[in-house]
């Protein structure tokens, strides 16, 4: 088969390789589109230690079963998926509790590092195992099933925020998780979302994706705007989609006492918390990592056309010219946010 490989840190080259082959609970998938996540621009560099080449990255994808493996039940050749980019074992405490996200075992697909190497998506075809798959409805195309996967680590990230009705969120950082964030949080009915982010462009695309006001986090006057909108109070959860000290400190500024903090962005391995507001405010950080459950319910919300992809998918490309969207994605052209490749 054909597939996308990283040879050394910062190439990438699109060869012939071998099938790979399949266990007695995976299915070999015949991939049918596969996103480029900011994680695989990032770490194709080495600036990470967790895309160690050589390497088929990928985790982002969609496609229809080719084959079975022995034990598999449920599933069948033909059948449209997309699949969880987290392995889990099914058997660890965490996994028993329904935290698959934490699984002692886990694994993600298009990662080498120090702990194991799993092939991913980037590819003719991948082994998954059974378990991590879902059925793509009818309404949902694969480049949109390619989606679930960022969506499912939004969803996640507001479900442990728990919004209402009645409550005010900000998001920091306006890229694809931030934007999925806000979607989800309009789906859920909160009362107001604002958009925070220091690129115009990208507050463009948050309103485009329904933002009830899109703000400059380091413009004057930002504090009191999320002030004035609150009843002098802030803003009851904010989110955190970027991963560095400055959004971090922006966003726990922004809410009220008692307030919600989530950390989603994760670019930075340790960043300036502002401790004593945090204790004195009684603010609650709450860190999302992955997803635990979600994609039944982003395919459904995908399938019902509440969410809006067009701001977020920016080009569909073959995979054989990975490499040249890798490059434009790697020095930050402006006109891309979401590049999906296809087999």
């Not at 996640?156 to 009645?166: E, F, G, N, T």
């Not at 400190?249 to 989530?262: E, F, I, L, Q, W």
């Not at 998918?313 to 010219?321: D, G, N, Q, R, Y």
Request: net charge negative.
């Amino acid at each position: 088969m054909k597939a996308l490989v990283l040879k050394e840190y910062n190439k990438l080259q699109y060869e012939e390789v071998a099938d790979p082959s399949i266990e007695e609970d995976e299915v070999l998938l015949q991939v049918k589109s596969c996103g480029i996540c900011g994680s695989d621009v990032h770490g194709m560099d080495g600036s990470t230690g967790r895309r160690v080449p050589p390497l088929i990255m990928g985790h982002e994808a969609s496609g229809v079963i080719a084959r079975v493996g022995g034990a598999v039940d449920g599933w069948k050749p033909g059948e449209r998926v997309t699949m969880d980019s987290t392995v889990w074992c099914g058997k660890c405490w965490h996994c028993r509790r329904g935290e698959v996200n934490l699984c002692e075992s886990r694994r993600v697909l298009g990662v080498s590092c120090a702990e194991y190497r799993a092939n991913g998506a980037f590819a003719d075809y991948v082994a998954v195992p059974s378990r991590i798959l879902y059925r793509i409805p009818e309404q949902v195309a694969f480049s949109q099933a390619a989606l679930v996967e960022p969506l499912a680590v939004a969803l996640h990230a507001v479900r442990l925020a728990r919004p209402d009705i009645q409550e005010t969120a900000v998001v920091f950082g306006a890229g694809m998780i931030g934007l999925m964030v806000l979607q989800c949080l309009k789906a859920s009915g909160c009362a107001q979302v604002l958009a925070a982010d220091v690129d115009a462009s990208k507050l463009g695309r948050a309103r485009e994706c329904g933002a009830d006001l899109s703000l400059d986090p380091e413009a004057p006057g930002f504090a009191e705007t999320v002030l004035s909108l609150t009843n002098g109070r802030g803003a009851d959860m904010a989110f955190e989609a970027v991963g560095v000290s400055a959004a971090v400190r922006s966003a726990v500024g922004s809410v009220r006492k008692g307030g919600r903090v989530v950390l989603v962005g994760n670019f930075s391995p340790t960043i300036e918390l502002p401790l004593q507001t945090v204790v004195a405010r009684q603010i609650s950080l709450l860190g999302s990592c992955a997803s635990q459950g979600e994609y039944p319910a982003c395919l459904s919300l995908m399938a019902s056309g509440k969410l809006r992809m067009e701001p977020i998918l920016s080009a569909e490309a073959p995979l054989s010219e990975g490499a040249a969207w890798f490059d434009r994605l790697y020095h930050r052209d402006p006109s891309l946010l979401k590049v999906m490749l296809q087999p």
